[in-house]
């Protein structure tokens, strides 16, 4: 049975540190619309470019180009066997279309990362990023400024800047937010309570995924239940 895992919370909950560490220890991809964006933006492509404008104001990627985006990664392989997804879906809309590309697939589990905002503010005021490779530090770091993944220079975000921060609560809080509405229903839906240390976060969101597994919300037939 296929692992099929959203990654849901506001900006600085931990989603990405938290979906490549359980996406590694299952051996499934993770796959961030954020990586994909940047790494788009590095190549100098039409769309790397027209998304690098609308993510330095902290605004979302159009619900067209990000369903494309992951229409085009869920036909793959590696996905056989499950996927994490981070950063898509962030509005109801893209939730919608992926029920749609999990049809016939195992159902999805739906994780909600739950910060309270002062703890957010904080994270993201001081949150770093890889210049070369892009990876979140995650303070695993060996030598102070320097990603462990690759050995290059880690930087702030460009969209970690106070303004920019307070655009990306106002529209997580208008446009993201409802997705946990949306969700919460489902039996393949928890929250996770995000504001603890990164080993029991990772606990808590292996025992989630366990408990969903061992329940009546995984039978398979889609994404919508």
Same mark, same amino acid.
């Not at 016939?104 to 739906?110: E, S, W, Y």
């Not at 290059?152 to 609560?169: K, S």
């Given at each position: 049975?296929?692992?099929? %895992?959203?990654?849901?919370?506001?900006?600085?909950?931990?989603?990405?540190?938290?979906?490549?560490?359980?996406?590694?220890?299952?051996? $499934?991809?993770?796959? @961030?619309?954020?990586?994909?964006?940047?790494?788009? $933006?590095? @190549?100098? @492509?039409?769309?790397?470019?027209?998304?690098?404008?609308?993510?330095?104001?902290?605004? &979302?990627?159009?619900?067209?180009?990000?369903?494309? $985006?992951?229409?085009?990664?869920?036909?793959?392989?590696?996905? &056989?066997?499950?996927?994490?997804?981070?950063?898509?879906?962030?509005?109801?809309?893209?939730?919608?279309?992926?029920?749609?590309?999990?049809?016939?697939?195992?159902?999805?589990?739906?994780?909600? $990362? %739950? %910060?309270?905002? /002062?703890? &957010?503010?904080? +994270?993201?005021?001081?949150?770093?990023?890889?210049?070369?490779?892009?990876?979140?530090?995650?303070? +695993?770091?060996?030598?102070?400024?320097?990603?462990?993944?690759?050995?290059?220079?880690?930087?702030?975000?460009?969209?970690?800047?106070?303004?920019?921060?307070?655009?990306?609560?106002?529209?997580?809080?208008?446009?993201?937010?409802?997705? %946990?509405?949306?969700?919460?229903?489902?039996?393949?839906?928890?929250?996770?309570?995000?504001?603890?240390?990164?080993? &029991?976060? /990772?606990?808590?969101? /292996?025992?989630?995924?366990?408990?969903?597994?061992?329940?009546?919300?995984?039978?398979?037939?889609?994404?919508? +239940?």
């Amino acid at each position: 049975m296929a692992t099929n %895992v959203i990654m849901l919370g506001p900006p600085g909950a931990g989603k990405g540190t938290q979906g490549e560490r359980f996406a590694m220890g299952h051996r $499934i991809p993770r796959i @961030s619309t954020g990586d994909i964006l940047r790494d788009e $933006i590095h @190549s100098g @492509s039409t769309l790397g470019t027209a998304a690098k404008v609308v993510m330095d104001r902290g605004e &979302l990627v159009s619900d067209e180009v990000m369903i494309g $985006i992951v229409t085009d990664r869920l036909t793959r392989q590696d996905v &056989l066997n499950g996927f994490v997804l981070d950063g898509f879906p962030r509005t109801v809309g893209q939730a919608k279309a992926l029920d749609g590309l999990m049809n016939g697939r195992d159902p999805l589990i739906v994780l909600d $990362i %739950v %910060v309270p905002e /002062a703890e &957010l503010v904080r +994270r993201l005021g001081s949150r770093m990023i890889c210049a070369s490779c892009g990876h979140n530090a995650d303070g +695993r770091e060996d030598k102070p400024g320097v990603c462990h993944f690759c050995g290059g220079p880690l930087m702030q975000r460009a969209d970690d800047n106070a303004a920019v921060v307070l655009e990306r609560f106002k529209i997580y809080q208008t446009a993201t937010k409802p997705l %946990v509405d949306f969700y919460r229903a489902r039996p393949t839906f928890r929250s996770i309570n995000g504001a603890q240390s990164l080993d &029991l976060v /990772a606990g808590d969101l /292996a025992a989630a995924v366990e408990d969903i597994a061992n329940g009546a919300g995984m039978a398979s037939g889609g994404g919508k +239940r």
